[in-house]
C-alpha cells in the first residue's frame, strides 16, 4: 500500500542460486508461521554493583555470542546496547541472511549454527532454506530467548558509550550516556563501529589501503564502471556540464587504481515490506519530496527499456510469511552512495542526523519508484501494492531501527587478515573459525565520467574455499590494550573485511572472543597470551569448525 502525503514527514548472487527453491516454497499450501515468543524482560545492571567479569560493548550478533559463550565459562557478563533492541542487522532487516554458500555451510559452527537450528525449529519446515531466511523479529526473539536462559548475562539498553577510562595497558571503567559507569576484568568491542577500540586509543584505520600496503591486488581505487550508466547523461541539462550535476551524481575526483582513500561502502536501509493488505502499514512519502532527486533514475528507466523486472531497480528477496528483504541493486537503488563518510567520526547527534538523512531518502526513494511515469509500469504497480509490516519494528513504525552499517572502523591489531588469507595464500597457526564469503563490497563511489555516470568500488567476488581467521585479528597489539578483544571492527584490511563483515562470521569470532575472555581471566593472562591450545580446545568442544575439508 502507497499513501502519498505532502505533510508528512550481490550477496544477491549468493543467494540467487536458492531463490528459486525459495520461490517455489512460497506459494506452498502454507507458509510458515514462526510465531515470537513474548519478549523476555532482561536485567539491568545497578550502577555501582560489583564489577563484571566480562562487558560487552553491543548486543550485535557478534557481542551476543561472545556473552553466552563467556557466561557458559561461568562468567558474569554485561552487554551494554546502544539501541532499544538486540540482534544487530539480523534483526534489523537482514532477513536474507549473508550466509556461506550452500556447498560450504558446514565452516558455519559454533553459535552461528545453533542460531541457524533454532530458525529451523521455529519455522518447522525447510522454507528456510537451512535457518537462511527469516523474518526480523523471529530473529529478535530467537535471541532473546537465548539470552534469557543465560542468567548469568544482564543487557542494559540505551547505554551509548560516551568515555574510557584506562591504566596501564588497561581498560579500567567505561562510561555510557546515560550516566552509568562499569568496571570489567575483560571488554569486549562488538559494536559495527569500533567505537570502544577508539575511545581506548587503539589502532585503528577507516577507508581503503594502497594495493602497496599489503599487496593486495584488490585494493585501493578500483576502476569505473559504466554499465547501466551507459547512455544516461549526467548533467541536469542534458550535454551541458555547466548546468551542474544530476543529484546523486559526484564529480570524478578519484585517485589513481591502486591508492588509498578514506572512503567506505554505501550504508542503507535493509527494509522488511510485505504485499499482505492485513500486515501493511502505508509507505508515507517524506516532507519536500522532489522528483528531481532521483532524475538520475528516471533516465536510466528510458535509456534502457529492457530493465522490466521490480528486482532490477531493488531487490526484493521473498522471506516467510509474505514479507520482503529488500536490498541495493543498480546503478541508483536503496543505498545512499556517499551519505555514510562521515558516520564513523561523528558524534550521536551527527549519526542520528546521518541516520535520519537515509531514512528520508529511502521514503523518497520508494515514492518516485510508485509514481514517476518513466519508471516500467509493472515496476510501479509491485511498489505501489508494497507497505511496511505492521509486525516487525513495532516501536518504529514498520521501519528498521538499525542504519546497515556495513562497514566503519577496522582495527589494527596483532594481525591483519588480507587478500592474500582469504585466498588460503598463508598459514594461519591460530584459527578461530573460518570465513566463507565472497568477497563483497557495495559500490563507493557514482561519478560522472565522458558524458556518462560510472560507478566505483563495488566488487563482487567468490572466493575457492573456506578461510581460517586469525585469533591475533581480534586483539590489539600487546603495546595498547591487553584486556579487550575486538571481533567485529576486528583487525582486517578492507579487501578482506567485504568478506568477513557478515553476521555468521561475527557470530564466529564473538564465540571466540568470549572464551578467550574468560580463559584470560581464568589464567590472569592478558588476551595477547591466553593459550591458544586450552582456546581451540574449547571452541571445537562448542561446535567451532576450525579447519577446512
Not at 550502577?47 to 558474569?76: C, Q
Not at 563495488?458 to 590489539?476: M, T
Request: glycine residues 8%.
Amino acid at each position: 500500500m502507497f499513501v502519498v502525503f505532502d505533510n508528512v514527514a550481490s550477496r544477491l548472487l549468493l543467494v540467487g542460486s536458492v531463490l528459486i527453491l525459495a520461490a517455489c516454497g512460497h506459494g506452498t499450501d502454507e507458509e510458515p508461521q514462526g510465531t515470537p515468543a513474548p519478549p523476555v524482560a532482561m536485567p539491568v545492571p545497578a550502577p555501582g554493583s560489583d564489577p563484571a567479569d566480562v562487558l560487552v560493548y553491543g548486543a550485535t550478533p557478534g557481542g551476543i555470542s561472545a556473552a553466552l559463550e563467556a557466561a557458559k565459562l561461568k562468567k558474569r557478563v554485561v552487554i551494554l546496547e546502544p539501541t532499544k533492541h538486540v540482534g544487530g542487522m539480523t534483526t534489523s532487516g537482514i532477513g536474507v541472511t549473508d550466509a556461506y554458500p550452500q556447498d560450504r555451510l558446514w565452516a558455519m559452527g559454533g553459535f552461528a549454527h545453533r542460531f541457524v537450528d533454532a530458525v529451523n525449529t521455529r519455522y518447522g519446515k525447510t522454507w528456510t532454506m537451512g535457518g537462511i531466511f527469516h523474518e526480523p523479529h523471529v530473529a529478535e526473539s530467537i535471541l532473546l530467548q537465548m539470552l534469557a536462559d543465560a542468567p548469568s548475562v544482564s543487557v542494559e539498553y540505551g547505554a551509548e558509550l560516551a568515555s574510557v577510562q584506562t591504566n596501564n595497558h588497561e581498560i579500567k571503567v567505561v562510561q555510557t550516556s546515560n550516566g552509568h559507569s562499569y568496571a570489567a576484568k575483560m571488554f569486549i568491542d562488538a559494536s559495527y563501529e569500533g567505537d570502544l577500540l577508539e575511545k581506548a586509543g587503539v589502532d585503528h584505520t577507516l577507508g581503503r589501503e594502497a594495493k602497496s600496503q599489503y599487496g593486495e591486488p584488490l585494493a585501493g581505487v578500483g576502476p569505473i564502471s559504466i554499465k547501466d550508466g551507459a547512455r544516461v547523461d549526467p548533467y541536469v541539462v542534458p550535454g551541458q556540464p555547466n548546468s551542474g550535476l544530476l543529484p546523486h551524481v559526484a564529480p570524478n575526483n578519484l585517485g589513481a587504481p591502486g591508492t588509498a582513500d578514506s572512503a567506505v561502502q554505501a550504508y542503507g536501509y535493509r527494509l522488511c515490506l510485505t504485499a499482505d493488505k492485513g500486515n501493511q502499514i502505508p509507505v508515507v512519502k517524506p516532507a519536500n519530496y522532489d522528483p528531481k532527486e532521483f532524475e538520475l533514475l528516471g533516465r536510466v528507466a528510458l535509456a534502457h527499456p529492457e530493465i522490466v523486472k521490480t528486482f532490477n531497480y531493488i531487490a526484493n528477496v521473498p522471506i516467510p510469511n509474505n514479507k520482503f528483504d529488500v536490498n541495493s541493486l543498480g546503478l541508483l537503488s536503496t543505498d545512499e552512495i556517499e551519505g555514510s563518510a562521515e558516520y564513523a567520526n561523528a558524534n550521536a547527534n551527527g549519526r542520528r542526523q546521518i541516520e535520519a538523512e537515509h531514512k528520508r531518502y529511502t521514503l523518497a526513494l520508494l515514492t518516485f519508484l510508485a509514481t514517476d511515469p518513466r519508471i516500467p509500469p509493472n515496476v510501479r504497480d509491485d511498489v505501489r501494492s508494497w507497505g511496511f509490516c505492521k509486525d516487525e519494528f513495532q516501536d518504529n513504525g514498520g521501519f528498521p531501527w538499525r542504519l546497515y552499517v556495513r562497514e566503519s572502523r577496522r582495527m589494527v591489531g596483532s594481525y591483519v587478515m588480507t587478500q592474500h588469507d582469504l585466498y588460503t595464500e598463508t598459514r594461519i597457526p591460530d584459527p578461530i573459525g573460518l570465513g566463507a564469503f565472497p568477497i563483497d563490497q557495495h559500490t563507493v563511489n557514482r561519478i560522472a565520467v565522458d558524458g556518462q555516470v560510472g560507478t566505483e568500488g563495488a566488487i563482487w567476488q567468490p572466493l575457492p574455499r573456506p578461510y581460517p581467521i586469525s585469533y591475533r585479528s581480534i586483539v590489539p597489539k600487546y603495546s595498547e590494550i591487553r584486556n579487550l578483544l575486538v571481533p567485529v571492527a576486528l583487525s582486517a584490511s578492507h579487501v578482506a573485511y567485504s568478506s568477513i563483515r557478515v553476521e555468521p562470521t561475527f557470530m564466529i569470532t564473538g564465540q571466540a572472543a568470549g572464551a578467550a575472555a574468560a580463559l584470560a581471566i581464568d589464567s590472569r593472562s592478558s588476551v595477547q597470551n591466553i593459550d591458544y591450545a586450552k582456546l581451540s580446545a574449547t571452541l571445537v568442544s562448542e561446535g567451532a569448525v576450525l579447519a577446512n575439508r
